[in-house]
C-alpha cells in the first residue's frame, strides 16, 4: 500500500515518537520504517534524504527533515498544503 507520508525510525528515539504524535493528531496515515536493525533500510534512508538521523520524513517522495523540521512546517501552515498536494 502506498502511503504519500514516510516516516524513517527507531524505536528508542523521543524524536521519532513526536513526530508520529503530531501525524497521529492530524489524521495523517504514514509507513513506518524501522531502521535500527537494518544497515540496507539505513542506507536507502541516507540516499533518499541525505540525512543518518531519524526521524527523517519524506512526504510525497520529497524529504523534509526530521522531527524539528516537520513541526516548523505545521507552525507555519505550510504541512497540510504538503499533505494535500499528495492527494
Do not use: W
Not at 516516516?7 to 503530531?22: E, N
Not at 493528531?25 to 538521523?53: C, Y
Not at 526530521?66 to 498544503?81: H, M, T
Amino acid at each position: 500500500m502506498y502511503h504519500p507520508v514516510v516516516l524513517y525510525s527507531a524505536p528508542i528515539c523521543a524524536y521519532c515518537v513526536q513526530a508520529k504524535k503530531l501525524l497521529q493528531k492530524k489524521g495523517v496515515p504514514f509507513q513506518e520504517i524501522d531502521i535500527s536493525d537494518d544497515p540496507a533500510l539505513k542506507q536507502k534512508m541516507i540516499r533518499l534524504t541525505g540525512r543518518m538521523t531519524v526521524p527523517q520524513i519524506l512526504i510525497n517522495g520529497t524529504p523534509i527533515g526530521g522531527c524539528d523540521d516537520l513541526y516548523a512546517l505545521e507552525r507555519k501552515g505550510e504541512l497540510d498544503r504538503l499533505l494535500r498536494a499528495g492527494a
